[in-house]
């Protein structure tokens, strides 16, 4: 089983629904992240979070929101959708223990969206 | 605001030959610095990181750092089609490597 998963995988939606990405990961890591990109963009972090009661907005927050709903577990809403927030959405993750550095860091395989 | 620039390409060269791909960054506070390959509609990979100046070789891989004109670089030597990718390169600002700034990546085309 891959280590970090998001769910959908793809999803196509309407202007204005709400929307929620979810993120698991089994790889006990107590960081997880949500990045956007967008088509020739680089990653552009949406949210973080260290633990459980930790939320800190990236650069790009507005029109999203996240929950941290256990370690494993990282969701990012989108409250109203909108056609611009159409990108391809990736869930990562760290641990800030493991003294790995960058080698730590955890993919998952991404979300594309598609707001109509 | 912390930016990381790249070249956004393409870049092509031929099958054999060393493609060169550059990266500047605008925070001197910057203290690790990551390349990684992505293919279309995939997640990042990493194949280099770098903290020091000078150069960081990893098989047909050298990353090279020079802090005093902000700017790193990702050579790959013997390039082959398999290499045809988008090349980001990525920035943290502590060793905590809490968050990563990336740049909008550079595609490289290898020709047969």
């Known amino acids: 089983d891959a280590d970090v998963t998001q769910t959908p995988r793809n999803r196509i939606t309407k202007t204005g629904k709400r929307i929620m990405l979810e993120c698991s990961q089994t790889k006990g890591h107590d960081r997880m992240y949500w990045y956007r990109q967008d088509p020739g963009l680089g990653l552009q972090l949406i949210y973080y979070s260290f633990d459980v009661k930790d939320i800190n907005k990236g650069e790009i927050s507005d029109g999203y929101s996240v929950s941290r709903q256990a370690q494993a577990k990282f969701s990012l809403s989108l409250e109203s959708a909108i056609p611009n927030q159409t990108a391809l959405y990736f869930c990562?993750?760290?641990?800030?223990?493991?003294?790995?550095?960058?080698?730590?860091?955890?993919f998952g395989p991404g979300t594309r969206l598609t707001v109509l | 605001q912390k930016e990381v620039e790249q070249n956004s390409g393409p870049l092509s060269v031929p099958e054999g030959a060393i493609a060169s791909l550059n990266c500047t960054y605008s925070?001197?506070?910057?203290?690790?610095f990551f390349w990684y390959r992505q293919y279309s509609g995939k997640s990042p990979e990493l194949i280099m990181f770098i903290y020091s100046n000078g150069d960081k070789e990893d098989g047909r891989f050298t990353a090279q750092l020079n802090k005093a004109s902000q700017y790193v670089s990702l050579l790959i030597r013997d390039s082959q089609p398999s290499d045809s990718a988008t090349y980001l390169c990525?920035?943290?600002?502590?060793?905590?490597?809490?968050?990563?700034?990336f740049g909008k990546g550079t595609m490289l085309l290898v020709s047969p």
């Open positions: 925070d001197r506070g910057s203290q690790s």
């Open positions: 990562a993750t760290s641990d800030s223990g493991s003294g790995r550095g960058p080698q730590g860091w955890f």
């Open positions: 990525a920035v943290t600002m502590n060793s905590g490597y809490s968050t990563l700034t």
